[in-house]
């Protein structure tokens, strides 16, 4: 099951997007942590570390960032732990997972969430930021997120929504369309960013919608599935590998 059709003018097939945001991330790579800070004013890494704690992520737990990127989700993860547990991130950007290497000291392998690079049931807790739109296969990630967590481990899911009522479809159109794209460059002067920003909304606003999503956790096995929205726009989606006796973490 695709997150979105294809994104018509940016690629015609799987094969193309893949190689589309690959490269798209490799080449903004270098530009991602100040688009985040200046477009979302500061507030990314507060916002990523309250969601963590609120999905159960604790200190002892192992924990996988899966689209790790620059590392946002990743540092946040760090400070939970507070040195108790292994943290572990995976991305298919070499270019980003530099950029990670450069003020993240956790453990990073390059990977796709559809085929990760882990055994089963090797850690407590996974999560992914803002990168759902980009896997090939919702059904396949969720099924490899279900398969490298142990019993009872958590899911979290971060993800940008299209709003749902019209004003906040407008406001959102007008930010994220409109302004961001071109605020990158500003702030950047690369047209690497602005295209990475000018994506970001395309495929917001083509991507399936949250209900879509929370059936295809439930379906990959998970319960206790939710969704928590705030701003209209910033959705958490949660869920828990059920515990079968015996085959809990000592
Ligand atoms: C918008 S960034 C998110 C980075 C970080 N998680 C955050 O919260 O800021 C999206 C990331 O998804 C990664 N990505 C793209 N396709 C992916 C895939 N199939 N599996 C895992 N990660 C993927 C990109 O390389 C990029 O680093």
Request: hydrophobic letters at 40%; a positive charge; charged letters at 25%.
């Amino acid at each position: 099951m695709r997150p979105h059709e294809s994104i018509p003018g940016r690629y015609a097939d799987d094969a193309g997007k893949r190689q589309f945001v690959r490269d798209l991330f490799n080449r903004g790579a270098p530009h991602y942590d100040r688009i985040g800070q200046v477009g979302f004013f500061g507030t990314g890494h507060l916002h990523r570390r309250r969601a963590l704690e609120r999905a159960g992520l604790r200190p002892g737990m192992d924990a996988l960032d899966v689209a790790c990127g620059t590392g946002a989700v990743t540092r946040a993860m760090l400070e939970v732990q507070a040195g108790k547990g292994r943290v572990c991130g995976v991305d298919p950007s070499e270019g980003m997972l530099a950029e990670a290497r450069k003020s993240v000291a956790a453990e990073f392998h390059v990977g796709h969430a559809e085929s990760l690079p882990f055994p089963d049931q090797n850690f407590d807790f996974l999560a992914m930021g803002y990168a759902l739109r980009h896997v090939a296969d919702l059904k396949r990630a969720f099924a490899e997120y279900h398969r490298v967590l142990r019993p009872g481990g958590r899911l979290l899911i971060l993800e940008i929504s299209r709003p749902q009522t019209r004003l906040g479809l407008v406001l959102s159109r007008l930010y994220f369309r409109d302004l961001l794209p071109g605020i990158s460059w500003l702030i950047t002067g690369s047209r690497d960013a602005r295209l990475m920003m000018s994506y970001y909304w395309e495929t917001i606003d083509a991507c399936v919608p949250p209900q879509t999503i929370l059936e295809a956790i439930h379906g990959a096995g998970f319960q206790a599935v939710s969704r928590q929205v705030e701003v209209g726009i910033f959705s958490a989606y949660a869920g828990q590998k059920p515990v079968e006796p015996g085959t809990q973490k000592p």
